[in-house]
């Protein structure tokens, strides 16, 4: 089976590897840990296809230590414990670094079982994922590596990789390859700043093309079939997934319908329709709440829809409710005060409710104090009575602060209203 492009052209030198310059350039902090070839413990952060697996074996080959790389998906803890024991053999007298792909799937137990070597030194660990490392990697392995995020490659430097790609491709088949005007760009773009997948595309795009007297032409339609959807980089259980929707929510709240709608077409693309309709869901409770009140059985609606009538067609009403949450008018102040209420019931604040309303209207022998005492608000003018709700403990408490908008404004003026004329007359 014919090694796979994306393999064949993986770098040997860090001055082959594409983006990444703020880690790998001259003078940047990863360089100049690797020129100095005093490796310590690390962590490769990012996304697939962005140089992680490369720079570990780069800097394997220019320490001279012994290289093990384990894939945490499928390796267990007596692949670490063949490891260990080869550590003081003649192979591993310049130590050994091991490169530990997808560490998040590593048990906290398999993780620990490498605590005592990487502290004394035996074992130098390169560990990558996908994942952010804070929340999947154990705090006693974390706290003894350094980490560096890769990022996504931006498409410049992988129209660099492709340029390469197309150029070895031709040299191995001994054919010329022409390329249509914007195919680099758009495979570049495609791909989502995963090079390997932009590597991919190119190969595929090579043995499915047209061949004409030993020239291989490849068009902008063939690159745009073979590289559509390359984009969506998306796991509903992973980082990418939050992301999206909290941007999405995000939009939304700071009430740009243009990103609001980029944010959602994602989620639509990707089939995450129930993301898309919760948070939508929830803005409008959140973030538009009493400033514009019928929102939420609109958005309601429109969010049952999309449910009933599924995709394709989900995107029409949902991008509908989607712009008009963005444009409406925002307010949090119930938000807010349901959680300031939470925060004194949690805290032990409460107390017993009081007696006028309580749900009896009896009293027993030993209460002198006979009667609930309870005055009915219909009974007064304008429909209202002072008289004491909150526990004794909370008499005073405050948890709902109307927002600057029309709707509580208005709200606010009749209650001022209601209460000034109903403490006068009664």
């Given at each position: 089976m014919a090694t796979p492009l994306a393999d064949r052209l993986r770098p040997k030198v860090l001055s082959d590897v594409v983006g990444q310059h703020h880690l790998l350039d001259e003078g940047k902090i990863l360089r100049t840990i690797i020129d100095s070839k005093n490796i310590p413990?690390?962590?490769?952060?990012?996304?697939?296809?962005?140089?992680?697996?490369?720079?570990?074996?780069?800097?394997?080959?220019?320490?001279?230590?012994?290289?093990?790389?384990?894939?945490?998906?499928?390796?267990s803890t007596a692949d670490i414990k063949d490891i260990i024991k080869e550590l003081d053999s003649f192979m591993s007298m310049n130590g050994v670094l091991l490169y530990l792909d997808e560490i998040q799937n590593f048990n906290k137990k398999q993780q620990q079982s490498l605590l005592e070597f990487i502290e004394n030194g035996k074992i130098t660990l390169i560990a990558s994922t996908t994942e952010n490392p804070y929340f999947y990697i154990y705090n006693a392995i974390l706290s003894?590596?350094?980490?560096?995020?890769?990022?996504?490659?931006?498409?410049?430097?992988?129209?660099?990789?492709?340029?390469?790609?197309?150029?070895?491709?031709?040299e191995e088949n001994g054919e010329t390859i022409e390329l249509e005007e914007g195919v680099l760009p758009h495979i570049a773009s495609a791909c989502g700043g995963d090079v390997r997948k932009s590597l991919n595309a190119a190969e595929l795009c090579y043995l499915s093309a047209r061949r004409e007297n030993g020239v291989v032409r490849i068009t902008r339609d063939q690159a745009g079939q073979l590289a559509q959807r390359s984009a969506m980089r998306y796991d509903r259980e992973g980082d990418e997934h939050y992301d999206i929707v909290s941007a999405?929510?995000?939009?939304?709240?700071?009430?740009?319908?243009?990103?609001?709608?980029?944010?959602?077409?994602?989620?639509?693309?990707?089939?995450d329709l129930p993301s898309a309709c919760r948070?939508?869901?929830?803005?409008?409770?959140?973030?538009?709440?009493?400033?514009?009140?019928?929102?939420?059985?609109?958005?309601?609606?429109?969010?049952?829809a999309a449910l009933q009538v599924g995709l394709p067609e989900a995107r029409i009403p949902l991008a509908d409710a989607v712009v008009l949450v963005a444009n409406s008018p925002k307010s949090n102040s119930a938000y807010v005060g349901i959680d300031r209420a939470l925060e004194d019931i949690r805290s032990g604040k409460s107390g017993p409710?009081?007696?006028?309303?309580?749900?009896?209207?009896?009293?027993?022998?030993?209460?002198?104090?006979?009667?609930?005492?309870?005055?009915?608000?219909?009974?007064?003018?304008?429909?209202?009575?002072?008289q004491q709700y909150l526990p004794d403990a909370l008499k005073d408490a405050v948890y709902y602060v109307p927002g600057e908008?029309?709707?509580?404004?208005?709200?606010?003026?009749?209650?001022?209203?209601?209460?000034g004329k109903a403490g006068k007359e009664s």
């Open positions: 413990n690390m962590i490769f952060y990012g996304p697939s296809g962005t140089g992680k697996t490369t720079v570990a074996g780069i800097i394997a080959q220019d320490t001279g230590k012994r290289l093990y790389r384990l894939n945490a998906t499928n390796a003894r590596c350094t980490v560096f995020e890769f990022k996504s490659v931006e498409p410049a430097d992988v129209e660099q990789a492709l340029e390469r790609a197309f150029r070895i491709l031709g999405y929510q995000k939009s939304m709240r700071g009430s740009d319908a243009n990103a609001a709608l980029h944010y959602l077409a994602r989620l639509l693309e990707a089939g948070r939508l869901m929830v803005c409008a409770c959140e973030d538009v709440g009493l400033a514009y009140p019928m929102i939420i059985p609109i958005v309601k609606a429109a969010v049952d409710i009081p007696r006028t309303l309580q749900n009896k209207h009896f009293d027993g022998e030993d209460n002198p104090n006979k009667g609930q005492f309870y005055q009915y608000p219909h009974d007064f003018p304008r429909r209202w009575v002072e908008n029309k709707m509580e404004q208005a709200s606010k003026a009749y209650l001022d209203w209601m209460k």
